[in-house]
């Protein structure tokens, strides 16, 4: 069977998650794509730009690196490996240090000494090219460049769908959905495109996780990311499965809610 490419797997999951957000894609590149966007264009977080991506079509791509890194967030050049890890990022995500804004902290892990932890556990970050860039999987040419990684945006009904799909064909009930913690850059890009030295490889990715991003992220969506291998076998696996057999289980007409110990139809 030949290879999907990856504009024809966003198509496919998209339609049958029933998604309302544009299908993206991750890959590397030595030079920024023409018409492609810096994601400072929009916004110094990079994730926020990544979403504006998909929730917007004017868009058709959008790239980091090269000489966007000082105009972005310290903390999504980091985890896109194009910089190092600031030593005093470790007193900042958690209860903060007075030589650091006067002591501003997220609180977000219980001591610097987790925080230094967590990076050993992540391991050394390497971006895929010269630019990191983010596109809607309609907009790639065939499989030129390599696609990394897809990353889907829905409704927590949608999404479970899709990561019961996950676990169609999988063994380990336990390793093949995960939800680490980190920057929502990380749930959205780092993790599943396999920049990461000791994070699984071949893992969806359940987000974003981190709270900071809750001024921008809508409370009603989560995003799913997804090895370009993972999800082509997910593709695949689509017409054998519940999306295609049972579409009024995945998204049912009529549901059954809880009022106090009766339940009824609406």
Not at 109 to 118: D, G, H, I, M, W
Not at 195 to 201: C, I, L, N, Q, V
Request: glycine share 8%.
């Amino acid at each position: 069977m030949a290879r999907l490419p990856a504009s024809e797997i966003g198509t496919r999951l998209s339609t049958a998650a029933r998604l309302n957000l544009r299908p993206l894609c991750v890959h590397g590149a030595e030079k920024a794509p023409a018409g492609a966007m810096p994601t400072t264009a929009i916004s110094y977080c990079v994730s926020e730009a990544v979403f504006a991506l998909a929730a917007q079509k004017e868009t058709s791509a959008l790239y980091v690196g090269g000489d966007t890194l000082k105009e972005c967030c310290g903390g999504g050049t980091t985890y896109l490996g194009f910089t190092r890890r600031a030593p005093y990022i470790k007193y900042f995500v958690s209860y903060g240090t007075k030589e650091f804004r006067n002591g501003a902290a997220e609180y977000l892990r219980a001591t610097p000494e987790l925080v230094e932890e967590n990076a050993k556990s992540i391991g050394k970050i390497t971006p895929p090219g010269k630019y990191v860039v983010i596109r809607p999987c309609s907009d790639i040419p065939g499989e030129t460049p390599e696609v990394l990684s897809i990353l889907l945006f829905g409704e927590p009904e949608q999404i479970r769908n899709l990561c019961t799909l996950v676990h169609f064909r999988s063994v380990d009930p336990f390793e093949e959905v995960l939800a680490p913690s980190g920057p929502s850059c990380a749930s959205f890009i780092t993790y599943a495109a396999g920049m990461t030295e000791k994070a699984p490889k071949n893992a969806a990715i359940l987000g974003p996780f981190d709270p900071t991003g809750n001024r921008w992220f809508p409370p009603e969506l989560m995003s799913l990311a997804l090895p370009i291998g993972l999800a082509r076998r997910m593709c695949e696996d689509l017409p054998s499965s519940f999306l295609a057999k049972r579409k009024a289980v995945a998204f049912p007409t009529k549901r059954m809610h809880v009022k106090g110990p009766k339940r009824f139809i609406r």
